[in-house]
């Protein structure tokens, strides 16, 4: 069965860096485009960034364009959001997810999220 | 960016009840508007894409329509475990925006 398994979360201070990783099984993941979502505690969903199946395509929200870079691993399964400057508005629940097949724009598994805080 | 808006942002029923979400586009997104349900402490979980397609292993109760600017999700015969909260979110172009989500609570 698909799953996606986030890891990296954690508290840093404003201005600092996470790296945090999304494992992937269940599914050929050099096939498919990846998504990350951010909810922020008691909030709704934002989109965060997108990168194609081969990496020919990399798109950011605007919160966090210039600061955040994704990338994949496809020998790994992995997929991968650089964070830095980070800033306490970044602090949120950070979700991997899968674009749907033939639809990569709808998200279609999710991973069970890791937890970003952004204090001093 | 595409502003995404739904109504109501909460609302109680009955199980049994038919349930209505709507989510409004502030452009033209075609029928690129798909649907997800969301319960305290999971992930989201797509129930609707492509406007009205339903995704695959979700019950036939939930359906969607629309396209354009107007959308809506239906829930003929709400359940206990339908209890959550949906969020619409366009998939027209990026950035890809979401609503601000309802709250089915129960009455």
């Known amino acids: 069965q698909v799953q996606l398994v986030e890891s990296g979360g954690g508290v840093v201070q404003p201005g600092g860096s996470l790296r945090l990783s999304c494992a992937a099984s269940?599914?050929?993941?050099?096939?498919?485009?990846m998504h990350w979502v951010r909810q922020a505690p008691g909030k709704g969903l934002e989109w965060v960034a997108f990168?194609?199946?081969?990496?020919?395509?990399?798109y950011f929200a605007d919160s966090v364009k210039g600061r955040f870079t994704i990338s994949r691993d496809s020998s790994k399964s992995t997929l991968f959001l650089q964070m830095n400057s980070l800033r306490t508005e970044d602090a949120a629940i950070y979700f991997c997810?899968?674009?749907?097949?033939?639809?990569?724009?709808?998200?279609?598994?999710w991973g069970q999220g890791t937890l970003v805080s952004v204090s001093s | 960016d595409i502003q995404m808006t739904q109504s109501p942002s909460s609302l109680s029923a009955s199980v049994g009840d038919r349930v209505t979400i709507t989510c409004r586009a502030s452009?033209?997104?075609?029928?690129?508007l798909n649907w997800y349900q969301q319960k305290p402490g999971k992930a989201p979980k797509l129930l609707i894409y492509?406007?009205?397609s339903l995704q695959s292993g979700v019950p036939s109760r939930f359906s969607g329509s629309g396209s354009g600017t107007h959308f809506t999700l239906t829930i003929s015969s709400l359940q206990p475990e339908d209890f959550a909260t949906y969020y619409c979110?366009?998939?027209?172009?990026?950035?890809?925006?979401f609503g601000g989500g309802a709250r089915v609570e129960i009455k």
């Open positions: 979110q366009h998939s027209y172009e990026t950035p890809l925006t």
């Open positions: 492509s406007a009205s």
């Open positions: 990168i194609r199946y081969d990496e020919t395509a990399k």
């Open positions: 452009q033209y997104i075609n029928n690129f």
């Open positions: 269940g599914f050929t993941f050099s096939n498919y485009d």
């Open positions: 997810a899968r674009g749907r097949e033939g639809y990569s724009y709808a998200f279609d598994y």
